[in-house]
């Protein structure tokens, strides 16, 4: 069975930076898309960024030009650079992957914390 597992959480100065890495096993799954959502304290389980199996980006409007996501396909796994982070990025983060077919996978989450 497949689990993401992720890595990289923490608490953070505002203006500081964190990297959140993520990793699958359970086998080789040839996810078509990987990414991260975050849900902030109180709010809703929202999307901050996706890499698809060809390597196309894309990002939530208020992380863009921060943040930057990258994966390595040949080990099914998905990284996030976050810069200059803020108060309001403070949230639970998970990775999402999804696959040819079948429900999407979600890790367990992550606690960044961004505060002084």
């Known amino acids: 069975q497949v689990q993401l597992v992720e890595f990289g959480g923490g608490l953070v100065q505002p203006g500081g930076s964190l990297k959140l890495s993520c990793a699958a096993s359970g086998g080789k799954h040839g996810f078509i898309l990987m990414g991260w959502y975050r849900q902030p304290p109180g709010n809703e389980r929202e999307f901050v960024a996706s890499?698809?199996?060809?390597?196309?980006?894309n990002y939530a409007g208020a992380v863009k030009g921060r943040f930057t996501i990258s994966r390595d396909s040949a080990k099914e796994a998905v990284y996030m650079e976050m810069n200059n982070l803020r108060p309001d990025d403070t949230a639970v983060y998970y990775c999402?992957?999804?696959?040819?077919?079948?429900?999407?996978?979600w890790g367990q989450g992550t606690q960044v914390t961004v505060s002084s």
């Open positions: 999402n992957a999804r696959q040819l077919i079948g429900p999407d996978v």
């Open positions: 890499i698809s199996s060809a390597g196309i980006e």
